[in-house]
């Protein structure tokens, strides 16, 4: 976009702004962003009166420099605005452009943002380090938002009853199998639709815990010195592999078997 005023284009793929007024050639800012093809982006130019010049891609300041001897602009000029090129056939635009919009004062931060959220679609998804536990262990749950503005609001459920604080982490575990978590995000960006956006849900399965024992048998109950006695583990709920240790007197002897034979 070009008149003798002002010139936003690329350069080397790369966003330029260029002010230029009555008495001194053009002069701005260069990104050093380069932009990727068959991508859009949202550029925008900013200048004021002290000669400031701001660079904005996708609602974000990129570049900014203040050129002090440009604090006026070539209010008098007559050319014709062009969008696409520089005059009917110098440096043509190879893409696509869409939304041009024009300013007479110059834009902030906060505005360039809203602009760029305009007609952005919130949403929040959560993710769990595992939905499948033992009876007494705790679960984390993280929020994951797009379009949540610099401040969003977060708001943790179980079975739809709020729970946990404005965070985008919630930890828990008195947990109940067949409990479902969500979590809903209030966007601060106020272009933002939906303003509250619902994540997807998770379900939480308990697996209760199973109480344990083991007892022990040996071969002989009376020995004699120099003989051998043996000792048997058998545990109940022991799973495939149960570990065992052996203790005499509080002391760990043997190996981790479920057989235990010693010398009298």
């Not at 009853?161 to 199998?177: E, I, K, M």
Request: hydrophobic share 35%; with cysteine.
């Amino acid at each position: 976009m070009v008149d003798d005023q002002y010139l936003l284009w690329l350069y080397d793929k790369k966003p330029n702004f260029v002010i230029s007024n009555p008495v001194l050639p053009a002069s701005g800012i260069q990104s050093a962003t380069s932009l990727a093809d068959s991508a859009w982006y949202f550029l925008v130019g900013v200048w004021d009166s002290t000669g400031l010049h701001s660079l904005y891609i996708n609602g974000v300041l990129d570049t900014s420099q203040i050129f002090p001897a440009f604090n006026t602009i070539n209010n008098s000029s007559t050319t014709d605005l062009r969008i696409g090129t520089e005059d009917s056939t110098y440096r043509a635009f190879k893409g696509k452009i869409d939304d041009v919009r024009i300013y007479n004062r110059p834009l902030s931060a906060q505005e360039v943002m809203i602009l760029w959220n305009e007609g952005a679609s919130s949403s929040v998804s959560i993710s769990a380090t595992s939905s499948t536990i033992c009876q007494g262990e705790s679960i984390s749950f993280t929020a994951t938002s797009s379009s949540g503005g610099s401040n969003p609001v977060y708001e943790w459920m179980i079975n739809g009853q709020v729970t946990g604080t404005n965070n985008a982490v919630y930890t828990g575990s008195s947990w109940t199998s067949g409990d479902i978590v969500s979590c809903t995000m209030r966007s601060s960006d106020p272009c933002v639709q939906p303003e509250i956006a619902l994540s997807n849900t998770i379900q939480i399965t308990v697996i209760p815990a199973i109480p344990q024992s083991v007892s022990i048998t040996s071969d002989f109950n009376v020995v004699c010195p120099g003989q051998y006695v043996t000792f048997k583990a058998s545990p109940d709920n022991g799973s495939l592999l149960p570990s065992f240790q052996w203790k005499i007197n509080g002391f760990s002897v043997g190996n981790d078997t479920g057989i235990l034979s010693l010398l009298h």
